[in-house]
């Protein structure tokens, strides 16, 4: 079935450890997105991307690196300078661009540092 | 970002009713959106509206783009227990945009 893959669904960390969450899609998409989701806030932009090898920056990415080496995977990277990392990270995909405005997601992966 | 203001922020309501939302920008969009997220899950699109004035429906629910482009509203009637998740809207500034902007969420919880 095509879709959207994360892993790993749960992730606990120590403070000053970097994480990559991974994300793949079978959707054949060209552009990929990572959200950040917080409790009572809507989704945050964190780092998108529409072609291989290119990407830019959302409205929160600071502390946040990513990659886009193959079109069907958009890694991303949680540093050590992320103030707050602590959050339910999704990963969307779309066709092309965001022309309709329907962004299909994944199940999405909790952070929780410690 | 820009932000979307979307009320109210968690309903409890008794099978059978019906339910209303609604969201506010202070921007104008030329897309508003409404999704569904479950526990543990990524949003799902409900609804998808286009052009101001126009009122969709998808089965149970209906939505509406407000007049002003600034406003949208999401109505649910006979509610299910199925019905349970975060409903968010979304607002897409113009042709080409590269993001969409999420309101808040309303948090929707059905007693049987």
């Known amino acids: 079935d095509g879709g959207i893959t994360q892993s790993p669904k749960y992730l606990f960390r120590k403070e000053g450890q970097n994480v990559t969450l991974s994300c793949e899609q079978n959707?054949?998409?060209?552009?990929m997105y990572w959200y950040r989701q917080d409790p009572g806030q809507g989704l945050r932009l964190i780092y998108y991307?529409?072609?291989?090898?290119?990407?830019q920056k959302g409205d929160i990415a600071e502390g946040y690196s990513v990659s886009r080496e193959k079109k069907e995977s958009f890694p991303l990277t949680v540093t050590s300078a992320q103030k707050n990392p602590t959050a339910f990270y999704l990963c969307?995909?779309?066709?092309?661009?965001?022309?309709?405005?329907?962004?299909?997601f994944g199940e999405g992966s909790r952070l929780t540092v410690l | 970002g820009q932000q979307l203001n979307q009320s109210p922020q968690s309903m409890f309501i008794q099978e059978g009713e019906d339910v209303s939302m609604n969201c506010t920008s202070s921007?104008?969009?030329?897309?508003w959106l409404w999704y569904k997220q479950e526990p543990g899950e990524g949003p799902v699109l409900l609804i998808a509206?286009?052009?101001?004035?126009e009122l969709t429906s998808n089965g149970r629910l209906t939505a509406q783009f407000g007049i002003t482009r600034k406003d949208s509203f999401l109505n649910i009637s006979a509610s299910i227990p199925s019905d349970v998740g975060i409903y968010f809207c979304?607002?897409?500034?113009?042709?080409?945009?590269?993001?969409?902007?999420f309101g808040t969420g309303t948090r929707l919880t059905v007693i049987p």
């Open positions: 969307a995909s779309t066709p092309g661009d965001l022309g309709t405005g329907e962004l299909f």
């Open positions: 959707l054949n998409h060209d552009a």
């Open positions: 991307s529409q072609i291989v090898n290119d990407f």
């Open positions: 921007s104008i969009f030329n897309t």
């Open positions: 509206l286009y052009k101001a004035g």
């Open positions: 979304a607002g897409l500034p113009l042709s080409g945009a590269n993001n969409l902007f």
